[in-house]
Nanobody
Framework: QVQLVESGGGLVQAGGSLRLSCAGSGSISSANVMGWYRQAPGKQRDLVAAIASGGTANYGDSMKGRFTISRDNAKNTVYLQMNSLKPEDTAVYYC???????????WGQGTQVTVSS
């Protein structure tokens, strides 16, 4: 079983920064993609950013240039540095892990990010 534990959410003023972390534990194959999704009330869950174990990253369109995803493979940990935050970035942010070997997707419990104007 795989567990993902997120941390780093909170309340920040517009223009501020936050750094999210997500640590994975359990049976995780070395070939995986870790990422972040977010879901605002009444909206679907959208991709924020994802990064493969080899380092290739991709971002949702509205995050490019403001958010940076990185990972530490030895710790099965993924980070999301969020800068120039806007009120529309307010959402619950979920960590994800796609195990490319088992083709399973796992989710964290979510962490709230609130950006005040």
């Amino acid at each position: 079983q795989v567990q993902l534990v997120e941390s780093g959410g909170g309340l920040v003023q517009a223009g501020g920064s936050l750094r999210l972390s997500c640590a994975g534990s359990g049976s995780i194959s070395s070939a995986n993609v870790m990422g972040w999704y977010r879901q605002a009330p009444g909206k679907q869950r959208d991709l924020v950013a994802a990064i493969a174990s080899g380092g290739t990253a991709n971002y949702g369109d509205s995050m490019k240039g403001r958010f940076t995803i990185s990972r530490d493979n030895a710790k099965n940990t993924v980070y999301l540095q969020m800068n120039s935050l806007k009120p529309e970035d307010t959402a619950v942010y979920y960590c994800s892990l796609d195990d490319l070997l088992t083709r399973n997707r796992y989710w964290g419990q979510g962490t709230q990010v609130t950006v005040s104007s």
